[in-house]
């Protein structure tokens, strides 16, 4: 909440870390000092561009989840 003139506002995106927390994000040290960001589910940007990001929950999109879940 941002308190701001008498007004209460609302942030309404997830911060970095929580993001991070969400996706299960962890990152990988290689050998040749390179870092890789990994996660155990897609990040916001991945997730939007997509085939599955069709504004909705679909039953493909559930098939997916379920998929993944399974894997881990």
């Known amino acids: 909440m941002l308190p701001i ?3 209460t506002y609302f942030d309404d995106e997830l911060e970095e870390e929580e993001v991070n927390f969400m996706c299960g ?3 990988s040290y290689n050998n040749d ?3 890789d960001k990994i996660s155990w589910w897609p990040r916001p ?3 939007a561009a997509s085939g599955l990001n069709v ?3 679909s039953t493909r999109c ?3 989840f379920q ?3 399974n894997n881990i």
């Open 45 to 47: 940007q991945a997730w």
């Open 33 to 35: 000092g390179t870092v």
């Open 62 to 64: 559930e098939d997916w």
């Open 5 to 7: 003139n008498g007004q």
């Open 55 to 57: 504004g909705f929950w």
């Open 25 to 27: 994000t962890y990152y």
């Open 67 to 69: 998929k993944c879940l």
